[in-house]
């Protein structure tokens, strides 16, 4: 019989106060060196947000008083024994060691063990964790946090250039991770400075969205409807049928692969036709969608709901994903991208995209096809201004372009082309615009980038 593995014990707890306040409780050695019990309140009142604040101080005052460098002064200037520490100081003795103030290091090893599912992203913790080891902490791991400067950041931007990161890694380095960490440092109270907004950096290279032909878009659901997959380890080979609905219902609903990878049986009613978007799936853990707007009811087509009801198993329960792999598991949208780029080069389609592009294809088709714009957001989870500054380019008409082009062929003056009357195709976003058998129709579009993800 294994040992149970006794807890760690919490060198600083958070309990609340008769008054309903909350408050530290922590043993720590006197001026005296004597030990003693401390109990101080604190003057926020017991509610979520202010307990996440007040144990997050906590686990950093336990950090320091497990390894000896708490300053009692620092924390509580006007504690229950702040004058007998301020006796021992103005007597000239110096009651806590230079090693009491954080370093980047010091202070990174005690954040990063707050920075895990469910209170952020898997890939946010994945990225703290790689950016700070493999970049921040060998060139500033020593460095105070009170002593961060706008040259030590320029120190860092250089060595990491020396290193022949790209441009977008390195600000994704300093500019998003190692900003997070120092501004939960002042957030917790500790003397961390702030010069990023000090730092200059040249302007951000966007790529556009890239997305599919229509004609490469039934090239590739072909492919994986006929693709023959090997089971259980062994060297037989047999279709599997909820990839082709996993990326046919990428295609035709404008959802991020991680929303359909998280989707449960009972988020889907096929009866009226929607999909309930309420989480999204990376990296084997389950958080809330992107965005407040990501929260959504997806309206299927009539093809997708045909597609998806032999998914819906005659025993399944409600909890059960409806995208599985070929072990049965969750679909994983990593796992799932080496068979979806796999697929592209066997079919010599080129450029090779990621399955971002298939939200870019739903989109453009739509706009290129004149959806209304605002239940296209609504659709997609996209705010309406992204939809206009990313996928503007295909919101245009046929009739307009023929125009246009017989403007640019002309070459006898006295013989102008015919002025044509037309439309655009954009109009009230409360006008109904289509129908469901217009939907997708016979428009083609033209690939051209990745669709853009806004710092988190």
Known sequence: MTRRRKPKRQACSVQTTPNGLLRFRFRAPLPDGSIHYFSEATALSDTRPNRARVERQATLMGAELRVGVFDYLRW??????????????????????????????GYFNEWIETKKPPDVRASAER????????YVLDVLGDVPLDQLSLAHLEDLRQTLRGRKLSEKTIRNVIDGSFRAMMRDAGQDDIAAAFPFPK????????????????????????????????????????????????????????MRPSEAAAVRIRC???????????????????????TQRSRRAVRLTKANVAVLEPLIELKAQPDDYLFKNVRGEP???ANFYDLFRDAQRALEITPLRDLYSTKDTYISVALTNGVS????????????????KHYGRFI??????????????????????????????????????FTSAQFFRGRKTSPTGFEPVSPT
């Open 396 to 433: 245009h008409s046929t009739k307009a372009d023929e125009l246009e082009l017989a403007k640019i062929e002309v070459t006898h003056h006295e013989n102008p082309p015919a002025q044509v009357q037309f439309e655009h195709p954009v109009e009230h976003p409360d006008t109904p615009q």
């Open 76 to 105: 509580f200037p006007n504690g229950n024994r702040a004058a007998e520490y301020l006796a021992l100081t103005n007597a000239g003795v110096d009651a806590s060691p230079s090693e009491s103030d954080w370093t980047i290091r």
């Open 127 to 134: 990225d703290y964790r790689n950016h700070f080891k493999s």
């Open 373 to 388: 714009l605002s239940w296209l957001s609504e659709q997609t989870g996209v705010a309406l201004g992204t939809i206009l």
């Open 331 to 333: 679909i994983e949208q």
């Open 268 to 290: 889907v009613n096929l009866g009226i036709g929607t999909l309930q978007v309420e989480r999204s799936r990376h990296l084997g853990m389950e958080s809330p969608p992107k």
């Open 199 to 254: 730092l200059r950096w040249g302007e951000k290279i966007v790529p556009g969205p890239s997305p599919f032909t229509e004609a490469e878009r039934d090239r590739l659901l072909a492919h994986f409807r006929a693709k023959q997959w090997k089971v259980g380890g062994f060297n037989n080979t047999k279709p599997h049928y909820p990839y082709y609905a996993f990326l046919y219902t990428l295609f035709f609903t404008g």
